[in-house]
């Protein structure tokens, strides 16, 4: 009954237009008077405060202001122009390159609306420049942009372990090779694509352009490598490498490029701390209901409608994934992850699934969600920046879609594909 009135509730709100953390607030009150505790103004701010008093969270701010001083600060375009160099002599090159440039994205800012916003800026007018489709430059976009939650450091993979009690380490160890296996096939898929819909760029370079290139694009790429080298082997914890990438920005783009400024990095500063409030109110009041549903002993009686399953992993995980695909339709990652992960994860830890590899599909299913209608957060975005209408962006979005949940299902069907490199990287 508790189970289906948290459902009822959310959706509800969910769908009469109420923002997200209003909306789990709203459900924390109406479990609280489900439970017989009446009206005790004290639980859920308290709930609120200890769900994000959290030292593992503290990456979060440290991140969303590494990636926003990129953004501002030259090092967006160094990376486009370095993916540009490595793969723009193919044909199609402008594809390959907003597919490459997601992958380097992924690993230096971690977020997928800042990596379309960032890419989608850069590279949407220079695919119209040359003749592609509109709806379709957008698409390959927008399907790169779901590789920013699955290669580390990832600010959702710092959630999800934060909320289920998972090592953020290993998380992030194990979305690096699926996430360089997504890009691989959505690499494969644009070869098909060029050749359906023609075109025909090609970008060259001389050696002189390619050498400039590589040595000023070289600081952005050493990033992600020092980031993760330096978290893999100890030299700190995910939360200390947050605010390593910070510090590295500010240094890269104030006194190499020095195309940011003391004034500039105050305006950052300001719009990192507005980002950064938006997702800690959702994660506060998510740790709300999260309480709620533990008292409600919800867990319990999703284990009990899944208990059929619970010996067929594999149908179980198909089930689940089948659910989380719904949910990533109608709301966004960050609040999925919340409000799901302390419900499935009791669930799959008694079927016997690993962890870090249900963590793993959790976080990809719910990250495709974000480039499905109707609340896919980056088809706006991208249809924003590009001046494209929405119908035609996700018809042209769609065979990416596709090939992202093919992967999806190879990783569900083959776990070892995850979990032997996240062994062999740990």
Same mark, same amino acid.
């Given at each position: ?47 609120? /405060? ?34 540009? %160099? ?46 592609? &489709? ?6 390959? @976009? ?23 009690? =998972? ?14 296996? /997504?890009? @691989?096939?959505?690499?494969? %898929? ?40 330096? @978290? ?82 594999? #149908?179980?995980?198909?089930? #689940? ?14 609040? &999925? ?26 976080? %990809? ?21 590009? &001046?494209?209408?929405?119908? =035609? ?7 990416? @879609? %596709? ?24």
């Amino acid at each position: 009954m508790e189970l289906l009135i948290f459902i009822g509730t959310l959706f509800f709100f969910l769908f009469i237009g109420v923002p997200i953390w209003q909306v789990l607030v709203l459900c924390s009150m109406v479990l609280m008077f489900h439970g017989g505790m009446g009206l005790d103004v004290l639980i859920i701010p308290q709930a609120m /405060l200890d769900g994000s008093d959290n030292y593992a969270l503290m990456a979060i701010p440290f991140f969303i202001f590494a990636g926003e001083i990129m953004s501002a600060g030259g090092l967006s375009v160094r990376v486009v122009r370095l993916a540009q %160099l490595l793969v723009g002599r193919i044909r199609g090159g402008l594809g390959y390159a907003a597919i490459f440039a997601s992958v380097i994205f992924a690993g230096l800012m971690g977020s997928s609306v800042g990596e379309a916003a960032a890419l989608g800026g850069l590279l949407l007018p220079m695919m119209k420049k040359v003749g592609y &489709n509109p709806g379709r430059a957008g698409a390959v @976009i927008s399907a790169g942009a779901v590789l920013g939650p699955i290669i580390p450091p990832s600010t959702n993979f710092i959630i999800l372990g934060v909320t289920v009690g =998972l090592s953020v380490t290993k998380l992030f160890m194990i979305g690096l090779v699926p996430g360089i296996l /997504l890009g @691989i096939a959505l690499m494969v %898929l644009w070869y098909v694509i060029v050749r359906i819909d023609g075109y025909t760029d090609q970008m060259t370079f001389t050696k002189e352009e390619a050498r400039s290139i590589v040595i000023d694009s070289w600081p952005a790429f050493m990033m992600p490598v020092l980031l993760l080298g330096g @978290i893999r082997f100890g030299v700190f914890t995910p939360t200390e490498g947050g605010a390593f990438a910070a510090i590295y920005a500010i240094a890269v783009c104030m006194f190499y490029y020095r195309e940011l400024s003391f004034r500039e990095l105050l305006e950052v500063s300001a719009s990192s701390a507005r980002t950064t409030a938006v997702v800690m109110v959702v994660v506060a009041a998510a740790s709300a209901v999260g309480w709620f549903i533990t008292s409600a002993q919800i867990p319990s009686q999703v284990v009990s409608l899944f208990e059929p399953l619970i010996d067929k992993p594999i #149908l179980l995980l198909l089930a #689940l994934n089948a659910f989380l695909f719904l949910a990533g339709m109608v709301m966004d990652l960050t609040p &999925n992850i919340l409000i799901f992960a302390p419900v499935f994860f009791p669930l799959a830890k008694q079927a016997g699934i690993d962890p870090y590899h249900f963590g793993l599909l959790f976080v %990809l299913n719910l990250g495709i969600g974000v480039i499905t209608p109707p609340v896919g957060t980056i088809l706006y975005v991208i249809c924003g920046i590009g &001046n494209i209408k929405i119908a =035609l962006l996700i018809r042209k979005l769609m065979p990416f @879609i %596709l090939a992202e949940i093919l992967v999806l299902f190879l990783l569900l069907f083959f776990p070892k594909l995850s979990l032997v490199p996240m062994k062999m990287l740990i």
